[in-house]
């Protein structure tokens, strides 16, 4: 990380401590506090700030602070529609085209994701996650969709309570499973609604 520019060293710290939630409830932090916290000059912290304000992560405004930017109830539910949306239509077009390649790469994601529940390590199976959801739109190469997808995932991605989170994840991971089968067999159809009842079943939780 030390080889990156300082805004982009900048943009990566603060970006974390807004995704992993380190601002807590205050939802507000200031140049002044980045400054003293991250040991940085106060030109990379504000190219951070500019950069994270256009991602619509943060809000400057003059003389207050920099305030961090939550999404409301119907911004959350629209990207999570917009969400299914991208994802149901990269499998539509990449769909006829998986190999037994494509399946054993999926499967051993899907066999991390397993290992990782019964270390309790949910941050790591988060990343799994992540894989293999952008697994789909990675073969399809579409950049846009990409972006649009990582957008969306770090606003809104849902994080179960911690007292019933292994349940809700060993379900997931029983989805992803239950697709990739039905994939397999080209029951596509299935295949559909099983992709459109893991995204809302997130959808519902979070909202």
Known sequence: M????????AYTAIKHK???KQFGEESYTSENSLVEELGMSRTPIREALYQLQNEGLVKIIPRKGVFIQK????ETRDNY???????SHAIKLVREYLTDEHFSILKTIIERQDELLKKNDYQGWIKEDERFHRFFLEL????VFLDLADNIRQRVYFQPDP???????HESTRQHQQLV???KAKEFTLAEETLTEHILRGKRNYV
């Open 140 to 143: 399809l190469d579409n950049s």
């Open 2 to 9: 030390k080889d990156k520019p300082l805004s982009q060293q």
């Open 81 to 87: 529609d917009l969400r299914l949306a991208i994802e």
């Open 163 to 169: 007292i019933y989170r292994n349940e809700y994840y």
């Open 18 to 20: 807004i995704l992993s």
């Open 71 to 74: 999404l409301s109830l119907k």
């Open 181 to 183: 089968e039905q994939l």
